[in-house]
């Protein structure tokens, strides 16, 4: 199961402002999520997603993968540094 990078990572491509992707509004929209779910990502309350949506996310954003998400080789989540 993949693990957030760190929400940092996911800010960097979602909100208002230069450098910015598009919204969170706009991520929930595309990849058929619920506002709240992108925010509890972008707010660290969720660390941790299916392969599926955290493929969505980046393929949505633009964002290579293992720029926001991380597994290790096997597929098993690694903690993300504090």
Avoid: Q, W
């Amino acid at each position: 199961m993949p693990v957030l990078r760190n929400a940092e990572a996911l800010r960097s491509y979602v909100g208002r402002g230069p450098g910015r992707v598009m919204t969170g509004s706009e991520l929930a929209r595309r990849i058929g999520k619920s506002r709240s779910t992108v925010d509890h990502l972008l707010n660290g309350r969720m660390v941790s997603c299916t392969s599926e949506l955290a493929s969505a996310i980046e393929k949505t954003l633009g964002a290579p993968a293992g720029v926001i998400f991380v597994t290790d080789e096997h597929g098993a989540a690694i903690r993300p540094a504090a």
